[in-house]
Structures are given as C-alpha cells and as structure tokens.
C-alpha cells in the first residue's frame, strides 16, 4: 500500500468518525439496515433510548439478534419468544414504510418511524415523546376538569340566582345579605371561561362578567352602558337579533355565529338564552351564556375533510384499475390507428385529440389517487427555490403578456422531501386558478421562504412544531367569499362554468401537501385576491435532485428488435392483453399469451426459451401476477420480468422489478425492457 492509499483510508476514517460523532450528538436514536438486515449505521440514542447494552451495536449486527433481546427481557408481553422473533423478522423483510408509536415497560413512548432508502437498505428514527404524550394527558384532563368546574359552576349560578331573587324580595329586611350575594355571583360567575350575562325585557344589560371585559373590552361594573350592537357590530347583530326576540318571548334559544374580538382576530360563539319568566308567565329578562367554539369547529371541520378523503379513495381505488384498463385499450388502439398512412388525414382533428384525452384520463386517476393518499408519491430531496423557479419556463409563454407573473423566491437553500412532478402540477394549478381569477389581466405573485412554526402556528395548520418552506401564490383577482372558501379543497367542487374545469385542481394540491407531511391555507376576500400558502417540512440539508423538465420525443427511441426473443404476457383482461400483445410483437418479440396466473405458472415449467415475463399484477384466482415473477425469477434463464398495474401499487412488494402503471404507450414499455436490458 503506498502513501497516497494510507492518506485515503486516514481520510475516510476521520469521516466515519465525524460522521458517527455528528449522530451520536442527535437525540432521536437512528438505525440503518442492509437489505440482509444487518446493522450498518446507528448512533448511542438507539442503545440508550431501546435499553440495548453498547455491545450489540457494532456492524453487521443482525436485525434478529435486537428483536430477541427484547422478546426475552419482555419487552413484548408474555409468550413464546420465537414466535415474537419471527413476526417482527418477517415483517421487517417487507422493508415497508412505517410510522408507529411503542410505550416500553418502563413507561417510556417512543415514535418509531422506518422508511426504505433504494439502494442501501432501511433508515429507522426512534424519538422519545414519553413527555409530549403525558403534555397532551394533561391537557386533556386539564380540559375535563374545566368542563367539569364549568358546569360545576353554572350549577351554583343557578343557585345563586335563586337566591338572588329570594333577596331581592327581602332586600328591605337583609341589606347586607344581598350585597354578600352580589359579591359571591360575580366571583363564581367571572372565574367561568365564558360569558355570562343577563338583560331585562327592554335589552338593557344589568349583570356581565369579566370575560366581556377581556374579549370586547366593556367595563363590567356599568353593565347598563353596555351595547350588544356596539361590541358585536351591527352586521352580527342583526343575525342575532331574530334569536334575541325568540327568547323575549318566552322560548330557550341557542345559536351560533361569528364575532371579532378586541385584539383584532375572530372567534366562533355558541350562545344560549334563557328567557326568566314571572309567576304569570311574563318574560322578565334572559340569562346570556357564550362560549367559544372555535377550536371545536375546526377539529370537526377536520374529521368531516378526512372522511371525505376516505370516502373519495375507496371510491377511486374500486374504479382506477378497471378504468386504467379501458383506457390502456383506447390509447393503444388509438395509437396504432394514428400510425396506419390511410388514416393521416384525420390526425389532428379525430385521432389526435382523442389520445389526448385518454391521456388526461390517466392522469386524473393518478391525481385522485395521490389526493385520496391510495398511491405513494415518489419523493426525492428537491431544491424548492430551483424547482419553483422552473416553473417559469413552463408558463411563462403560456400565459397572456397582460398578465404579470412575479417570483421573489427566499428559500434557498431549502430542501424538502417530495414529488417534484407533483410539486410543479400543484404551482401549475394555482397559477392557472389565478390566471382565470384575474381574468388574464391582473398581477401573479409566486413566493417562498423559510419559516419556523412554534406550537400554536402548528396547532392551527394540524402540523408539528418545526422548520417549513412556505410557498404561497397570490393574485389580485376576484377573490372568494367564506363560503366557497370552506368547499375549495372538495373534490369536483368549482365555480368555473360548465367544460372549464374538473374541480380537481385544488383537491390534488391539497393531497399532495398532505401526503409530503405538509398542508395547505387559503386566504381571500372577495374583491380583492387570493393567496394560497402551501407548507412543507425541510428535511436535512443533501444535494439538490434534478428535475428533467424535457419531454422526450418517442421518435427518438427506435424500436430496436429483440431477436424474435419468446416473451410471456400474462393478463386476465382480453382487450388489454391484444394492446400490449401488439406492443411487444412491434418490438420484436414472440408472444405466448396466458389468462391467469395458473395457466402463466403451466406455461413457465413447460417452456425452456423465454426471455420476457410481462404479467399483470392484480388477477382473478388465487395466484396473482407477483407469484408468477416470484417463479420466473427462480428460473434463471428468463433475463427480464416487468409487472404492470392499474392500480394496487401498495400491493407490490417485490421492489426489484419494475412496475409498470396502465395505461402506457408502446415507447414506454420500450423504456421499461431497455432499463432492464442495460
């Protein structure tokens, strides 16, 4: 070994010092397993955080060797301790993403979070929220407990009302009993976290208590001042005012509505009226208790979206496959009949718009699938300032010169972890959501910078405290009202005529958030504009990804002949399987067709010559197209498989064979076998 060689490896050492030094100094623990599951990373939190003594980690520590330990000091719970090993041995194989949560027998919750790393292996991040979980038990009991005093305390409101009355019947007598009275209401009634007032018959307030003070800034020790129409607004109160009359007359009303408060923000008020009534029947006056229910609202505005994404992906995950499979037949059809010379002259105006939409097709059930979260994302590390700033190019010339579009991008260099593709179709969508809400004229603003949200900004975005990119798109067009606003991300809701749009736009933006660990906000009032904040998590800092913008031309990629090479194409769909028959026979193979998985595995054990097995991967009967290139692969002379799929990529877990999704184009699949091929 010479001394350049000795100064390399002393190089390299240093790094893997640094490096191993660097993740020791992080508090989450963090495992990196080959694909033989075997140790190849991790850092002193792993052992500290699991209770692994500092002997087990060393390189090449097998997976299995950690999961024993835990089975035999109980870590699992009573049982067999080979069978604890072997399920979680199993399941790790899978090498699928995971994000769970584990409490220890010491008490101690871990999020435990895995996600596979192509070409190395499997990355584990072991945090410990023992302390944010007892935070949000506290919290939580903390909120019944106030429930608790709240009604606790409308209770001896009530009582004391009672007595107050009874006093005031005595007040001659027992003076000073009434005042004692007085004082003990306005102690039970201002430590309540609502409002709590009552107002004769002719709408003059006589009591209030200190929160009207603390929300409207209205003095509470001269309640007869105080005027509803003044601190609510005269639009809010005229939305009340038909409930206020209601009580007046006898009936308990309770309603809801929206007020701005003192220090400039808006908060969501139930309020209930209860009418007190004399002897005869007359209405005396009413007793007024509010609360807030902002947050309420909004947890529930939360689960209705959620249920209404389950619903959108249950219904798209039943229809993708068989839809992508009608549209591989129309695309390939319509494909060859664009190449047949006596049919040249109908291209542009039948056949050509006609592909076009098939296409469209395609990508709609991809868009729905991605905002239902039924089909991961590929996600890379991206620049987010160099891939925005691309979008200039993309649009730029598309759009009309009277229109001006402005980036002032702040991010760099900001990273995050997700589909670029999907990123520019997000931007494309808001630009185009612009464009038509300016009506060509207006002015587009697309901007991005890093911002670090504390515990409350995250609370109201439904995301955890941390480091963002927010990229936010404004206009200055028409706006939208609190109404549209509330249904934007609704799928196939939109306000554009019949034939301008599928409502789709900002449904897929708002999947395409979620499903990269982010959201999305809107702003607007009508009149004036629009600005949609889309927030990404920053992920470590790695070099960027590039996107390739470049569309390549299919005349490009040649047919080159296979050899007459015998290929294998096994799907259940008639029509389909004529399509990607003509594909191959176009690209120089033989073809051997099979229907099923059965006849797919006959035909395998009795043909010694094939050098292709194309299958579908979701077919009727008990063996699916995975089994068949699970056996074509045991064979070793067959030198290419390749599974194509309609839908169900959460179903493919042989990730060494390239998945094909329908429907394609024969330079597609040429592209795929290529791959393979080099």
């Given at each position: 070994?010479?001394?350049?060689?000795?100064?390399?490896?002393?190089?390299?050492?240093?790094?893997?010092?640094?490096?191993?030094?660097?993740?020791?100094?992080?508090?989450?623990g963090f495992t990196l397993i080959d694909e033989n599951l075997r140790l190849v990373a991790w850092n002193q939190a792993f052992l500290r955080l699991l209770g692994f003594p500092a002997e087990m980690g060393h390189v090449g520590a097998p997976f299995e060797s950690f999961m024993r330990y835990n089975a035999e000091r109980g870590e699992y719970g009573d049982?067999?301790?080979?069978?604890?090993?072997?399920?979680?041995?199993?399941?790790?194989?899978?090498?699928?993403?995971?994000d769970i949560e584990r409490t220890r027998p010491n008490g101690t919750v871990l999020h435990i979070r895995g996600v596979p790393v192509p070409g190395h292996g499997f990355v584990t991040l072991y945090s410990d929220i023992t302390q944010q979980r007892q935070s949000e038990n506290l919290i939580r009991e903390h909120n019944a407990l106030l429930e608790s005093r709240v009604a606790e305390r409308t209770r001896e409101l009530m009582s004391t009302n009672d007595q107050l009355r009874e006093a005031l019947r005595l007040k001659r007598q027992f003076g000073e009993s009434l005042e004692r009275s007085e004082a003990q209401m306005r102690l039970i009634t201002d430590s309540i976290p609502a409002l709590v007032a009552y107002f004769d018959s002719t709408l003059v307030y006589r009591y209030i208590n200190r929160g009207y003070q603390d929300w409207f800034g209205v003095d509470p020790n001269h309640p007869e001042q105080v005027s509803a129409r003044a601190f609510l607004g005269i639009d809010t109160y005229t939305r009340i005012k038909p409930f206020i009359k209601q009580a007046l007359c006898g009936e308990q009303v309770t309603f809801e509505y929206e007020a701005a408060t003192q220090d400039g923000g808006k908060k969501l008020?139930?309020?209930?009226?209860?009418?007190?009534?004399?002897?005869?029947?007359?209405?005396?006056?009413?007793?007024?208790?509010?609360?807030?229910?902002?947050?309420?609202?909004?947890?529930?505005?939360?689960?209705?979206?959620a249920q209404k994404m389950e619903a959108l992906g249950q219904l798209t995950s039943g229809l993708s496959h068989d839809f992508n499979n009608i549209l591989t037949v129309v695309l390939g059809n319509l494909t060859a009949l664009a190449n047949q010379h006596d049919v040249k002259h109908h291209l542009d105006e039948f056949i050509s718009p006609a592909i076009e939409a098939a296409r469209r097709g395609s990508e709609l059930i991809k868009g729905l699938l991605a905002f239902s979260r039924q089909q991961p994302i590929q996600s890379s590390e991206v620049d987010i300032d160099a891939c925005v700033q691309r979008m200039d190019k993309l649009v730029r010339h598309t759009l009309p010169a009277t229109?001006?579009?402005?980036?002032?991008?702040?991010?760099?260099?900001?990273?995050?972890?997700?589909?670029?593709?999907?990123?520019?179709?997000?931007?494309?969508?808001l630009i185009l959501n612009a464009k038509d809400a300016t009506e060509s004229r207006g002015h587009i603003l697309i901007r991005s910078e890093i911002q670090h949200l504390d515990f409350l900004q995250a609370q109201r975005l439904n995301l955890q405290p941390g480091a963002f990119t927010c990229i936010a798109v404004s206009d200055d067009g028409c706006g939208m009202d609190a109404l549209t606003q509330s249904r934007v991300f609704e799928p196939f809701f939109t306000t554009k005529r019949v034939g301008q749009g599928s409502g789709l736009g900002m449904a897929m933006v708002y999947g395409f958030a979620r499903q990269s660990g982010g959201n999305v906000e809107v702003a607007s009032e009508p009149g004036i504009g629009t600005t949609v904040r889309i927030w990404l998590p920053l992920s470590p800092s790695t070099a960027p990804v590039e996107l390739n913008t470049e569309t390549a031309d299919p005349a490009e990629h040649a047919t080159e002949a296979a050899s007459q090479a015998l290929a294998l194409l096994v799907e259940d769909d008639?029509?389909?399987?004529?399509v990607v028959r003509r594909h191959l026979l176009e690209l120089g193979y033989a073809v051997i067709e099979a229907e099923?998985?059965?006849?797919?595995?006959?035909?395998?054990?009795?043909?010694?010559?094939?050098?292709l097995v194309l299958s579908d991967l979701v077919m009727p009967g008990d063996i699916d197209g995975q089994q068949v290139?699970?056996?074509?692969?045991?064979?070793?002379?067959?030198?290419?498989?390749?599974l194509m799929s309609g839908y169900t990529p959460s179903a493919h877990r042989l990730k060494d064979v390239p998945l094909i999704q329908k429907p394609f184009t024969k330079e597609q699949l040429h592209e795929v076998l290529q791959?393979?091929?080099h």
């Open positions: 070994m010479n001394r350049t060689d000795l100064r390399g490896d002393e190089a390299d050492a240093r790094r893997n010092d640094s490096l191993q030094a660097g993740l020791d100094l992080i508090d989450q049982g067999d301790t080979e069978v604890y090993v072997r399920e979680r041995v199993e399941a790790a194989k899978a090498f699928k993403t995971h008020l139930r309020t209930s009226l209860i009418p007190e009534l004399k002897e005869t029947g007359q209405v005396m006056g009413c007793f007024e208790l509010t609360f807030d229910i902002t947050q309420e609202r909004k947890s529930h505005e939360m689960l209705v979206q229109l001006k579009l402005t980036f002032e991008l702040l991010a760099s260099p900001a990273r995050c972890a997700l589909d670029p593709h999907q990123l520019q179709n997000a931007l494309l969508n008639v029509s389909v399987r004529k099923n998985g059965q006849e797919a595995l006959d035909i395998l054990s009795k043909t010694c010559d094939l050098k290139i699970c056996r074509a692969k045991e064979l070793k002379h067959i030198a290419q498989v390749v791959s393979i091929r």
